[in-house]
């Protein structure tokens, strides 16, 4: 086991690893749309969607592998009229064949966000 830790997206709100690599896969905690420049996140659920893929990418990329290698996803959504946003913006970041998802409404998130994405990725990259 190997912890992945990268200066490229915020730091962890708790007592956990940004993602821990354990054979060929890579398993990264929730992260959410939180800029890692701003220390904000955008207004929209889309666009904080959008920026939680790209945490997750950095954190893939500090691991070695990429978004497209991405098996499973978990999405936490706090409302769930959001799911058509959030899909918009899954889609325009990730490409065919998606990863299997599971998306969750909760009634909220360690920070005031709408979203957080879980995931777990193969290192070399998938076939």
Sequence with gaps: ??????????????????????????HVSGKTGVDPDTGEAPDSVGEQTTQTLEN????LEAAGTTPDAIVSATVYLTDMDDYDAVNEAYRSFLSEPY?????????????????????????????
């Design 99 to 127: 990863p299997a998802r599971t998306c969750v409404e909760v009634s909220r998130l360690p920070a005031p966000l709408d979203v957080e994405i879980t995931v777990t990725a193969e290192l070399d990259g998938g076939d």
């Design 56 to 59: 997750v990418a950095a954190i």
């Design 1 to 26: 086991m190997r912890e992945i830790t990268t200066d490229d997206v915020p730091e962890a709100l708790g007592p956990y690893s940004q993602a821990i690599v354990s054979g060929d896969t890579v």
